[in-house]
């Protein structure tokens, strides 16, 4: 069974900066593409960047130019560094393999998320 772990989130002011972090265990992570997805009170849960197993990115235009993902195969891992942070970024942020239905949709068992609290 697969297992997420995320990390890194945290209270930060606006235009400050964190790095997210997901350690994926029980899957051929290499293999996957990976997806950092958040939800804000209220809302749906949405996909904000994804990344291929050969490295290809791509954003939400919401965080396009200010929030970079990128994957460490050998410590099955994936990150999520936000720069210029902004209240609407704050939301807990999970990771997750993208597929389904929809583009927000996603194919593993949600772990439990890390909040980003951006203040003003």
């Known amino acids: 069974q697969v297992q997420l772990v995320e990390s890194g989130g945290g209270l930060v002011q606006a235009g400050g900066s964190l790095r997210l972090s997901c350690v994926v265990s029980?899957?051929?992570?290499?293999?996957?593409?990976m997806g950092w997805y958040r939800q804000a009170a209220g809302k749906q849960r949405e996909l904000v960047a994804d990344?291929?197993?050969?490295?290809?990115?791509t954003y939400a235009d919401s965080v396009k130019g200010r929030f970079t993902i990128s994957r460490d195969n050998g410590k099955n891992t994936v990150y999520l560094t936000m720069n210029s942070l902004k209240p609407e970024d704050t939301a807990v942020y999970y990771c997750?393999?993208?597929?389904?239905?929809?583009?927000?949709?996603?194919?593993?068992?949600w772990g439990q998320g890390t909040l980003v609290t951006v203040s003003s």
């Open positions: 029980g899957s051929i992570f290499r293999f996957n593409a």
């Open positions: 990344i291929t197993s050969g490295g290809t990115s």
């Open positions: 997750n393999r993208p597929g389904g239905a929809s583009p927000d949709n996603a194919l593993y068992a």
